[in-house]
């Protein structure tokens, strides 16, 4: 890495407010999702024959990437995808599983992999949390309490029993479950008015609540923050459902539009304001309800997606349904990796509300991992930012605390500071912080006031930028873009000092 040094250079300040309380992180904070999509899981997590493949298929080489990646819970099984799916089809004898259409990627299902497989996987990552999605698109209520009957209850009735006969005596026990996926967005199957949707989710959550009371159930937010129902839908769902519900869901996609770089770099900006507006709606529906139950945000669904690209283009034709087929895979940029780490800040920044989030997807779809059938497997550019935080913020705690420093003007969002940043205290005492400058052309000379406790510690810091920030990681140069260790900074005393290089994101971190 040369240190961009281009035309211009900004300042910036940053300081631990000792005096207020830090808020715990929770670990589903780091959470993934692995759809039916794609090379998602054919060809992804799951490849007989490959030669890391145990003796289940799955891909050893993906495991270890997913292990180093640091994803806590995983959703499942979509996505678009469960709202046509039905999850009979992926339990039983492989042999008698039945092929299906997907409607939503206009593919095909063998349903060789399903529930099971995915538990088994998990398992086998170290017991990772399941996140499992019901379809209220085709289904409705029967089917959500068949599939909870058959994870949850221990035995004695006919699925609990059809599970164990399928190989898995003790209960899934499966937590957290999504009550349909983007159910306001027009491209999804089956897709409702907000009042319907709210009367479903409601019905769906009460009679599940009968089965296992406890469950956290994530109610259907909106697809993003420019969705024309945005603000109404969320007050509609919430008015209904409140009470029996633990999550509301948030979703955010981020591309360049029509070349605006300077834009996209901010777009922590808008994913900012999304949270903080439906924290603000979550707080107007509590009040007008005079209820004391909390309902906290499952970002489930971030990223950056290329939505217009070519790899994001569905197959077509009534006798064309492959399975497997590359899909959405979007081979990943220095900056746009410096964008995802800015959505790492952002979401850390509201942990106190953000009590869950996944990032989308895992492998090969939009993904952090890319695999080559029959081939090795590879650390896309947005890993390094995801690995990094969920290594040094899992099982932390967000210190609150000041940031200063220059300003830009951008045209999608007006006046924004150049960098954003967020500082996390581990259970170990350490202290990471984690800093984005997301100008175009300017470095920043960035300074942290350090705690008193934090002055004689040893410092890592590490950088991702390129001076070339298109510069990405494929198949045939799959390191080009790493994380780069630093020794430029100062540390004097009580502060430490370093010059962050223009699209760039870096982690400071005191041991
Ligand atoms: O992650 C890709 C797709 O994006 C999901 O299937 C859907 O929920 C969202 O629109």
């Given at each position: ?41 054919y060809s ?6 490959h ?19 640091g ?8 996505g ?11 339990v ?6 039945p ?10 299902e ?59 005596d ?6 957290m ?6 159910m306001?967005?027009?491209?999804q199957i089956?897709?409702?008015s ?14 599940m609540?009968?089965?296992d ?9 909106s697809?993003s ?8 839908w ?26 605006d770089?300077?834009s996209?770099l ?23 309800l005079?209820?004391d139950h909390?309902v ?18 569905s197959?077509e ?9 590359p ?11 410096v964008?995802?780490?800015?959505l790492?800040i ?11 989030a ?52 951008i ?8 960098t954003?940043?967020?500082?996390v ?11 984005v ?5 300017s470095?920043?000379?960035f ?17 991702l930028?390129?001076?070339?920030p ?15 260790a ?26």
């Amino acid at each position: 890495m040369a240190q961009g040094q281009r035309n211009h250079r900004g300042r910036a300040q940053f300081r631990v407010d000792e005096e207020q309380e830090s808020t715990p992180i929770d670990d589903r904070l780091f959470g993934s999702f692995v759809e039916h999509l794609g090379r998602g899981i054919y060809s992804g997590i799951y490849e007989p024959g490959h030669p890391t493949a145990d003796e289940q298929g799955f891909r050893r080489d993906v495991m270890d990437l997913v292990k180093e990646l640091g994803v806590t819970t995983i959703r499942y099984p979509g996505g678009n995808f469960v709202s046509g799916y039905r999850w009979e089809d992926g339990v039983g004898p492989r042999e008698s599983r039945p092929r299906r259409l997907d409607l939503a990627w206009h593919s095909g299902e063998s349903n060789e992999f399903g529930l099971h497989e995915m538990r088994d996987w998990l398992d086998k990552l170290g017991g990772n949390e399941l996140m499992e999605a019901v379809n209220l698109g085709t289904r409705g209520m029967q089917e959500a309490l068949d599939l909870l009957e058959y994870c949850n209850v221990p035995s004695g009735t006919e699925l609990s029993e059809r599970r164990r006969a399928n190989g898995h005596d003790r209960p899934f026990n499966i937590r957290m479950w999504c009550l349909g996926n983007e159910m306001d967005g027009d491209w999804q199957i089956g897709h409702k008015s907000a009042e319907e949707y709210a009367d479903l989710a409601n019905r769906t959550a009460v009679a599940m609540r009968m089965i296992d009371p406890d469950l956290d159930l994530v109610v259907c937010g909106s697809s993003s923050h420019t969705m024309p129902t945005f603000g109404l839908w969320e007050r509609t769902v919430l008015e209904r459902c409140f009470e029996n519900v633990n999550f509301l869901s948030c979703h955010a996609y981020y591309a360049p539009k029509d070349g605006d770089m300077a834009s996209f770099l901010a777009s922590g900006v808008d994913m900012d304001s999304f949270i903080t507006d439906v924290k603000a709606i979550i707080a107007a529906s509590r009040a007008r309800l005079g209820s004391d139950h909390q309902v906290f945000i499952s970002f489930d669904e971030w990223n950056v997606w290329y939505q217009d690209a070519e790899a994001s283009r569905s197959p077509e034709g009534i006798g064309n349904w492959p399975v497997g087929a590359p899909l959405l895979e979007d081979v990943y940029s220095a900056a746009d990796a410096v964008v995802v780490g800015d959505l790492l800040i952002t979401l850390l920044r509201h942990a106190d509300v953000v009590h869950a989030a996944s990032l989308a997807q895992l492998v090969n779809v939009i993904a952090p991992i890319m695999t080559k059938p029959g081939g090795p497997a590879w650390r896309q550019t947005i890993f390094y930012p995801f690995a990094l935080t969920s290594r040094y913020a899992r099982g932390a705690s967000v210190l609150k605390s000041l940031q200063s420093g220059d300003t830009y003007e951008i045209s999608r969002y007006g006046r924004v500071p150049m960098t954003d940043s967020a500082a996390v205290r581990g259970a170990d005492g350490s202290l990471s912080v984690f800093v984005v400058n997301r100008n175009l052309d300017s470095s920043v000379d960035f300074s942290i006031a350090l705690p008193e406790q934090d002055r004689d510690r040893q410092a890592t810091v590490s950088t991702l930028h390129e001076d070339d920030p298109s510069a990405r990681n494929t198949l045939e140069d799959q390191e080009r873009v790493v994380m780069h260790a630093r020794k430029d900074f100062r540390m004097d005393g009580d502060a430490l000092t370093l010059q962050l290089p223009p699209i760039s994101w870096t982690v400071i971190h005191l041991a």
